[in-house]
């Protein structure tokens, strides 16, 4: 079992930064390809970025591509994601996931941050 908790969240204006964590307990962190996530208001959840348990690859959204960036520290069983250049269009609740890569079947979500980038 992974317990995941996530903050960083809160309100930016436009053009602004922000650097979500996601701390993981419970379970071998490095075991888990991690994702972040997000569902905007009125909309489905989508997926931000992904970065791979064994090689660290990542990948991301197109929506995000070069204003986001996904990292993962082993030794400190967390997850961030850095947001640059801020749009309104950003605007969710941030979620992390973590998913054995050989088992999609056992997944594990975290509560949700709040990012609100409005002026």
């Known amino acids: 079992q992974v317990q995941l908790v996530e903050s960083g969240g809160g309100l930016m204006q436009p053009g602004g930064s922000l650097r979500l964590s996601c701390a993981a307990t419970?379970?071998?962190?490095?075991?888990?390809?991690m994702s972040w996530y997000r569902q905007p208001p009125g909309k489905e959840r989508e997926l931000v970025a992904r970065?791979?348990?064994?090689?660290?690859?990542?990948n991301y959204a197109d929506s995000v591509k070069g204003r986001f960036t996904v990292s993962r520290d082993n030794a400190m069983r967390t997850l961030y994601l850095e947001m640059n250049s801020l749009k309104p269009e950003d605007t969710a609740v941030y979620y992390c996931?973590?998913?054995?890569?050989?088992?999609?079947?056992?997944?594990?979500w975290g509560q949700g941050t709040q990012v609100t980038v409005s002026s």
């Open positions: 996931q973590a998913i054995l890569p050989w088992n999609h079947r056992i997944e594990y």
């Open positions: 419970g379970a071998t962190f490095t075991d888990y390809d």
């Open positions: 970065i791979a348990s064994i090689d660290g690859n990542t």
